[in-house]
């Protein structure tokens, strides 16, 4: 594993560049990533191309030894180049313009822009392709930040027209696919519709649908455009863009099918704020740590959209600036977060950034160095880490960079698909469902019983794993149903899996559609619940409370869990189960260990907040708790750290 | 009592309408609604008509001896149809265009589209004006559903310039009328009023009264020009539109004054997860079954706008899909909608809808059927309780279609004025008061009590009653107040009844206005409290709280409660009485027995979330609740169900 | 101390004029406030003017005795002015237009508005600048009431290029002043900066600092606009702006140095309810009295803001109608408010409005008298208060008129500052934060100990102070530093003093910037928390809870108080401390109880809900609380009340 940094030269004056580099190798850090807001340095007024100073930014790192991955600076055009093109930018759903004055103003379906995007990354490409410092590419910055991926301006309405004309050829065979017939929604010509947006009540569900998917693959054409270029330019360097944690809104794993390697910024603190799957009592209890599945969720979500390969681009290492609320990490958590991502197989993890900026937005953006070049907490953490790698490589044998070699891979797979999340989000029939929800959920029970989880797209080979859940993939294509059929692992099926057509249309055999020759039972009717009513359901395989979402099944399948009313909640026999409601964390638990029992996997008894995982033959532990915890597994030789973990500690042991 | 269900052979192969309506006659419906969304398939492009579908489709019912009620197809225009006459889109409050993609895409107010649906009805009329299965006719379809009735588009600002200067005459008298002179708000001509929405603060209430009184007027005119011309072409047919509930945007009154019956879709579970009406603990006491007055408040709400007609165009069968969370009704809840409605003087019970369709905005809306054909559990109840209907009726000597002659008019009557909601709900003064909901709860206290009520406009005949509740009649007109001079029976008057005048202004003499001369009393002062406040009151008609509108009363009325100051809050003797403040419902209750008593009139005691209505020489009972109770009415005799009365199970006595 | 009334004759038929006069003069009235809505009336088409009604008004007022203060109708230009120019309305944030139909729909910003304004103002400068009855002139109407500070119109953005031309001469300049290098938000010029809304995420806090500055600047004008025309015409009249409570959107202490008075709208109760400030307690408990220190703080404020001469232009007398509710203050209420007002310092209280309007937004507005002409509760309060006020004279051994000439000063400051508000609550790290709230609880403490305080601008003269705070001085300019080292008082700063440069970036040294030179300590990090999360404190100094803010400092200064890891949280010695975090209220009262010590002021112990407010040789006591409560200072005579204080009572002594 290697440790990297996010560093803005532009921002401070030259003098300070190669105190900077050395200070990063004192530090170990290998990698720094450059230049991915920097249009207006560069390019300060129409034409004037100001390189120097990134030619000798990049000259001073490769000096030092490190390795530079080299931003393109599309995030952030500069104002002139907004005025020149004022269609580039974005419409919100209101219809207003979202205009210049921070970051990321432009839509992804703007072809002027996409030709002043051309314009810079040729350039670039050409001038840095062969940089001995420049290893990786990353293109443009967080795709779909702000909101940004869903514009209701000309240019998405252009393109969306275009978009549904090359899908469906004609508008009868649209119509029939969204059933416009329904409320005398039907078009008669592709020029007709409009976009999805100040309707007078709820659009059409289909064309939501298919209007997400159009806005996903213009984040993925307005991707490849780059790649295109720096393949041709620097060929043999990784190519990379860093995307966001608790964010669906473009198919990540499309994008990743044209880069070399998954990134994502992980910001524990900032998400556990934020992001409205948490409770008040997590945020309460993992105030300073982050969820403890927070991290990994997304990092085996990423590592399955990278082909394998993760990279952490931007972690958090100290107070951020933009949630509700910033607290100060516990002591120790930076290096807990950068072991975690390692743990899940992570090459890299890059610190968001070098030192805190005075000025601008994120003024109060904690960074590895202070404003005024001190060293803050966490240059102290990843200094540490960079220390314990080396121990770490050493007692098993291989070198520093030989570690990530390490296999990643786990035995248990979650196939997790944007298009179903799409799909279910857009009707969700009880405000307490959520589709990502209801995934993290389901990963959060496996985690705590210490299995070691791939997050898989819906056309991910299967057959290396014993146990595959499918939360709730709404539509089964025919060609994943084909690979189902010869699974040959434990599969367990999820409430709403197989509910949708290709186009949002309810199957004609009702739910789980196609999947009922694998699973033999028709969902009759769904109880979409409030919040706080949650009905008892019991059974062979433990007891507990449904939640959110319930179905109403007619069965022939041995019913392993049953509600009140003596209705199958969970039920299967042999290879195949499907489960017919959301339940609570503690059933999913028992049953996700049933499971695991048939699968022949094993599992651990962990303490709350604790978490385990496997990388190749070596296991780390982790203590998310502000508890002292003991943890040993078996036939294992520790390596780092101690079986007392304390609060915010790791442990790392050799399998024997 | 009729059985009907609403149907949409458009969406379906012609080759299951044969089947489809032999299946409605086997379940016992006798009435079919068709064709209220169906312009695009009529007319799919502009002149050129489709109307062989519908002919075939109504021929097909005739010949199954179902009647139709068809339906205008105006609620939902056609694309081609907006693109030729943009300026027929509605505006928001916040001045954006409400576009096509959904339905009620129009603004009343717009002459071009009452052109085009004057074109539309008229050639639906000529062609199925006689035609032998049409017995009723439907008027587009929930006016006013998605807030549509208040737009502010150009069409809306030139009818209101139009109906100010036809009530007001001169601009002089409107300033005056409004008070303009307050904030330099007077205008010079009619062409300088504006529409009340986008101004710095809120605007002036004598504007923002009449703006929401024109905008009723503009569904009022749109509703008379249908009537019109299928009065011309389809004589003896029921004219009917479906309202909806807790909806009062329009007076409700008016549209119903030139229709023949008065209909609502009624969704008892959506409506209890919605309402800001309703508890928290109510929405978990009723979240399968509804609460126990929704649907009756508004049975008997309609049928006073129906001249005594009602039916139910729309009634839940299972799961709705647009409700914040959608539960599953109770085992039975569909047979107690439907006798509810039967108990209050509905005719008609139609259910929403045939068959759930599998695409569309409400495909996760239930159905009598699946979308697979087979029978949802509604069609087991409505089967049921076409069966109950003939037993009803054989056990008190009359035929099935006899039934609907039963006398269903109360002996109390509740006034219900939506231009005093509007009134008081645009200066509530304290956050917690609403009109609706202080009539809701009266009505509630009153039901609680036994009573079978009716709800009157403020132009009904009143002497056929013995009490008389004026829950908050804002405006006295000398009208009304010759007729409560006149008033018999016992007369109860609640807060803010008589507080302003016709163009919203206090009245000279303070509230209660001119109906000081019956209860000579003044309100001094009012005290507009907060949600949790919620001071003690007592006296000699019981104890209790005060609760959000509080007034401060000058009179020389017997007191019958005071607050914890001693001033009055229930004052009166004799015939008439006053009521000053919001009261909690046991107090309200004990308040209303009382005044019952004075009136002569007897008064149940019932298990809680239990009802009764009677209707003609027939009691129901109707338990709301999820225990089983016992409920045995003197001197009558049992007709269908039991004495014992289990979760949502009803029971039917004739009295002796 | 003397009354006054806002007083609208344009409202009343004249014959009504003589007898307002007369009854005003039987309570005790002095001044009337009149005129300031009134353009209307004045012009009702352009150019033709209407001074009559005006004449004869201000004659009979003259007649009686009664002073008049002459308002400008600035706030409410009639509809055919604003149509003449539409350039001179506001847009919102979002962008759309806020029109005409209420009042304040004009941008400061608006050249052309400006000129009507000029046009108007000296046409009645002219006309009454000499007219015996005119006492003093108010301009406008409570300037950035509904949220008018900030506009972003046409008018707004030329406004704004202007004045950063003006203050940054290069556009280079503003980029580095801005950190413009940041996201590539560089300019070429002036004339490519966008007002700061509408952006896809928040925009450089610099540039919305800047342009809250710039608005601010412009009320300043517009303001400055009246007053130069006034001061030519109306020589020796007392020149007053009515300011809102909790209100900070533009720099009251400049507007305030063009003025002669300070004064502001009182509104107890209205602001209780609406003020996110205070919590669910402090509702319940001060529902019909106002919060204790409410009154209190806007006194001082605004007192500051008017070199030492205050009034109070509008107070509350009873129910108001603009909060979302609107209780009925307790009986005692209004006389309190009003002493209270005396006991720091106000000349003049004066009460909205005369008579409660029966017409208008504004109709369920309380005035002295009922709509009816009837007196109101609060007039016999004001009789009472002016009968008063004659004792209070009498025993002290003044006459009434030099009761004014009574010191009001308090030897303790707190630093109020407008730009240090907006610079914080731009960026408040932790939701829970925000400047008002921490200076007002500051305050709070203070008062609670008996302290009588002066809040003071940042260019307040210090010298006379025993004890200075300064609750969180984002920004220390050269001259402040100046003051503060010569200061030989007891000094404490609090968190987030000293943290910004003027233009919005991190200090080079890091915060408290140049205050280190006298608190010598570094804040390292801030941890910036949620409401929920009370980190606990203790030390020397007492114990209790941090809140929101906390400040992780380096210093070698002696600690007071420590967190529970052992980092300073209050530090100092000698006349210089630090306090790095929000405190709760006890432990807050504590620390300045121990600064109070230092600083050789001594405090009072008082009773929940008890204030006391010294004034010269009187002291006032005031009892919010609903509890009889005893009260005693000690060498003090009791003029008027008595020792035991009954709920919302006053108690004056005089000092011996």
Known sequence: MKLGVCYYPEHWPKSRWVEDAQHMRRIGIQYVRVGEFSWSTIEPTPGELHWEWLDESLDILHSEGLKVILGTPTAT????????????????????????????????????????????VT????????????????????????????????????AFRLWLAEKYGTVEALNKAWGNVFWSMDYRSFDEIELPNLTVTEANPSHRLDFQRCCSDQVVAFNKLQVDILREHS???????????????????????????????????????????????????????????????????????????????????????????????????VRLWTWEAFSHGAELVSYFRWRQAPFG?????????????????????????????????????????????????????????????????????????????WCYRMYEAMRELGL???????????????????????????????????????????????????????PENLAPGPLASLLPLTVERVDALPEHTQPAVSGRWGAGKLKHWHEQIKTELPCLLKDDGGNPVLMGEGRHYYLGSCIDNTLLKASLAKLSEVAGLSTYYLPKGVRVRERGNVIFAFNYSSNTV???????????GSKCLGAADVAIWKKQ
């Open 452 to 506: 070691s989880v791939d997050i898989v797209p819906s056309n991910a080979p299967l057959d290396m794993y014993e146990l595959l859940v499918l939360p709730a993939q709404a539509h089964i294509t025919p060609e994943l149903q084909n690979r189902l059929n010869s699974y040959q692992g434990v599969l367990l099926a999820g409430p709403r899996t197989g509910s949708k057509t290709e186009t949002y249309q309810i």
């Open 235 to 333: 060929a043999g360097r990784d190519l990379v863009h860093n995307y966001m944690g608790f964010f669906t809104a473009f198919d990540h794993h499309k994008v990743g099918q044209d880069l070399d390697v998954a990134s994502w910024d992980s910001y524990p603190l900032g998400s556990l704020d934020k992001e409205p799957l948490y409770t008040e009592d997590e945020k309460h209890t993992y105030l300073r740590v982050g969820h403890p599945d927070a991290g990994a969720f997304h990092h085996d979500l990423y590592r399955g959209c990278g082909n394998g390969r993760l990279w952490i681009m931007e972690q958090q290492p100290g107070p951020v600036n933009w949630a509700p609320h910033n607290p100060t990490p516990a002591d120790g958590a």
């Open 77 to 120: 055009p500069p104002k002139w180049l907004v005025d020149r093109h004022p269609s580039m930018l974005a419409k919100d759903e209101a219809g207003r313009v979202r205009g210049f004055g921070s970051r990321r103003h432009y839509t992804f379906a703007s072809l002027e822009y996409r030709e002043e995007c051309r314009r810079m």
């Open 361 to 437: 937005q994120e003024q109060m953006h904690a960074g590895l160095l202070r404003p005024d070049a001190q060293e803050a907490e966490a240059a102290k953490e990843a200094t540490l880490v960079a220390q314990e790698v080396k121990v770490l490589a050493e007692s098993i044998g291989l070198d520093a960079d030989e570690l990530m070699s390490l296999p990643s891979a786990g035995k248990v797979a979650l196939m997790f698909d944007y298009d179903a999340c799409w799909s279910l989000d857009i009707q969700p029939q009880s405000r307490a469902y959520r589709y990502f929800f």
């Open 630 to 640: 003991v943890f040993v597994p078996q036939n294992a030789e520790l390596v780092i």
């Open 123 to 158: 350039m670039m490409a050409e001038r840095y392709g062969h940089h001995p410092a420049v290893a990786s590419w990353q293109t443009d910055n967080e795709y779909g930040c702000h909101d940004t991926v869903l514009s209701y301006a000309e240019a998405d309405l252009a």
